[in-house]
């Protein structure tokens, strides 16, 4: 029986996903040049994982003249914004884990370790957020 498909990118599909959103458009080799170095993946395993991607619409493909050669090859634009996928993702992690409650999140990172700068950057978004409120 086949996995049901996720309403979010794969991990894979993330790392993706983050080198377009990063570097721009980008060829296949493109994006198997920057995940190799943690990820070392065959060409045709990182253009299989691309074209699934235009498919699901993540990704937005277009024919361009790979540098007059006569060959074609396919640039990859992403379709949608970093801030709205993440913002996606994290509003199904809120939703899931912590049943909506955005407090406990935020109650739950601040039980981790937070160095001086993580928390004064922390102090300041609040304070940004309360004057917006306000």
Do not use: C
């Not at 995940?35 to 699934?52: E, F, G």
């Not at 199904?92 to 912590?98: E, G, I, S, W, Y």
Request: no cysteine; hydrophobic share 35%; proline share 4%.
């Amino acid at each position: 029986m086949a996995r049901p498909t996720s309403p979010h990118p794969t991990e894979l599909e993330l790392e993706i996903l983050k080198i377009v959103w990063r570097d721009g458009p980008s060829s296949v080799r493109q994006g198997r040049d920057a995940l190799s170095k943690d990820r070392p993946l065959a060409h045709t395993s990182v253009m299989t994982i691309m074209n699934i991607m235009t498919r699901k619409k993540y990704l937005r493909r277009q024919k361009s003249d790979a540098g007059g050669s006569g060959a074609a090859a396919f640039i990859y634009s992403a379709r949608a914004t970093e801030k709205s996928t993440l913002g996606k993702m994290l509003r199904d992690l809120v939703n899931r884990v912590f049943g909506g409650s955005t407090a406990a999140v935020v109650q739950n990172l601040l039980t981790n370790d937070l160095d001086a700068k993580e928390l004064a950057e922390l102090r300041e978004l609040i304070e940004r957020k309360s004057k917006d409120i306000s």
